[in-house]
């Protein structure tokens, strides 16, 4: 499970630096980790501030310039 988690980070992680195209595998892993936050922000309120960096931010907004080939 750990091991699978890391996984999200490191590609979403490495589409930010450049390292890894931006693709569906990015997006979906986005997704996932959003998924967990809100959780977590379900959990305790004590997550309620935290939020993804602005690079994320704008990986999300820029979903709809990915070109598919």
Same mark, same amino acid.
């Given at each position: 499970? +750990?091991?699978?988690?890391?996984?999200?980070? @490191? +590609?979403?992680?490495?589409? +930010?630096?450049?390292?890894?195209? +931006?693709?569906? @595998?990015?997006?979906?892993?986005? &997704?996932?980790?959003? &998924?967990?936050?809100?959780?977590?922000?379900?959990?305790?309120?004590?997550?309620?501030?935290?939020?993804?960096?602005?690079?994320?931010?704008?990986?999300?907004?820029?979903?709809?310039?990915?070109?598919?080939?």
């Amino acid at each position: 499970m +750990i091991e699978m988690e890391s996984n999200h980070f @490191q +590609i979403v992680g490495k589409s +930010i630096s450049g390292e890894r195209a +931006i693709d569906e @595998q990015t997006f979906a892993s986005l &997704e996932i980790l959003g &998924e967990r936050l809100e959780r977590l922000r379900d959990l305790d309120p004590v997550f309620g501030d935290v939020t993804f960096s602005p690079n994320v931010g704008e990986l999300k907004a820029s979903k709809g310039a990915v070109t598919v080939s």
